[in-house]
């Protein structure tokens, strides 16, 4: 298969770029390397050491002769032609779309941010909507979306559509004249908007254009790839923007930091490791919808709270770690019902990490080495949403 990779020097997209090469498959790979742009302007850096750019693609290119070679192109900023000449030059069977700003407390920082986010984002999904229509209308889009979509509602929520059974009791007859619509959003910041907006996009283009595509509504992620060589580690982030919770837990916990929960710790959400994720994100690739079908699939491993999770990186450490409560930066609720279904995935062959303790654990000891590199400054969140 040939695959365009968007976001390949990113946590996911660069070992996915590995594992993706490692099974045989053509890759050609985008980025415009501003993660690391962004994290060293917060005054932060990757906890794991990560090659410059181009080391990166001299491995590419000496290890793998099905690598395809790698453009540098900022989606929704340069023009729409040059992110469609790649994709006419390599004709993919399948595009990943990692490529955009993704943290939701950097888009909140202030009106420039926030529009950044904007454009970079529902634009530079645009650009590729419209070269897969232009140009390869038979390929498969696989984008990255995010559970944070939905919000916490009330009510259980399926895989992107209202499906033909009732919630509660609508109608007597159990047939609900709003199956097959898209569930509602309620996102929590403008980088979630963001998303929203791609949803809505990605759906009209297959409607209209009779594209196809898979959008993966994804939990929260944690930990790292496990390669032969060390080198070959993704990055690590664990500042308040670029850092996942539990990622963040664990670069405090490293040096004897309080881990630091927003408000109750009550909060749930859907969370998986980064391995399983790219497990997902093959089985998507090997098992396309159908042209004009628009599949969303909710990808996490289970459900858990923030406090939950922290009781875990206490538990994993050597040393006692101290849980500290504080004033919550975020818009959010914090003691809420949370039933998200996730069975589309099981079905199609998603194996599950179950032993998140011992992933957190085997996480803490892969960052062990390398705990002198935390810069303590950047830990404690800055950024108020309210």
């Known amino acids: 298969m040939k695959i365009l990779i968007l976001g390949n020097d990113g946590y996911i997209g660069y070992p996915l770029t590995i594992h993706l090469l490692k099974l045989g498959h053509e890759v050609c790979g985008v980025d415009n390397y501003s993660r690391r742009r ?18 990166r ?21 340069d023009s729409p032609a040059y992110i469609k000449s790649l994709i006419r030059l390599f004709q993919p069977n399948a595009i990943v779309h990692l490529a955009e700003q993704p943290s939701a407390p950097w888009s909140m920082k202030d009106v420039q941010y926030a529009n950044v986010t904007q454009r970079e984002n529902i634009l530079g999904t645009l650009d590729i909507l419209w070269a897969i229509h232009e140009v390869c209308p038979e390929a498969h889009l696989v984008k990255l979306g995010t559970m944070g979509e939905y919000g916490t509602p009330n009510c259980d929520i399926p895989e992107g559509v209202i499906p033909e059974e009732c919630i509660g009791d609508l109608l007597t007859d159990n047939d609900c004249p709003m199956a097959g619509l898209l569930f509602p959003r309620t996102p929590g910041s403008f980088y979630h908007l963001t998303k929203v907006h791609d949803t809505l996009n990605i759906h009209f283009a297959c409607r209209n254009w009779g594209m196809r595509s898979t959008d993966i509504m994804q939990g929260v992620l944690f930990g790292l790839n496990e390669p032969d060589d060390e080198s070959l580690l993704t990055r690590f982030d664990y500042d308040e923007c670029f850092g996942t919770v ?66 875990m990186v206490a538990k994993g450490c050597e040393l006692p770690v101290e849980i500290s409560h504080i004033p919550n930066p975020r818009l959010e609720a914090e003691d809420h019902y949370y039933n998200p279904d996730h069975q589309t995935l099981f079905n199609m062959g998603y194996v599950p990490t179950t032993d998140i303790q011992g992933e957190i654990t085997n996480l803490l000891n892969q960052l062990l080495p390398h705990k002198g590199r935390v810069i303590k400054e950047s830990i404690m969140p800055k950024t108020n949403w309210r």
């Open 246 to 311: 539990i990622n963040r837990f664990c670069a405090q916990a490293l040096i004897g930091h309080p881990l630091t929960v927003y408000g109750t710790g009550d909060q749930k959400r859907g969370f998986l490791p980064l391995k399983d994720s790219l497990q997902c994100i093959t089985l998507a690739l090997k098992q396309p919808p159908a042209l004009g079908e628009y599949r969303t699939l909710n990808q996490f491993e289970n459900v858990y709270s923030i406090n939950t999770l922290a009781g």
């Open 57 to 77: 693609m001299s491995y590419f290119r000496d290890t793998f002769k099905n690598f395809a070679g790698q453009s540098r192109i900022s989606l929704g900023t």
């Open 38 to 55: 962004r994290v060293a302007a917060l005054g932060s850096n990757s906890l794991t050491p990560i090659d410059i750019q181009e080391g």
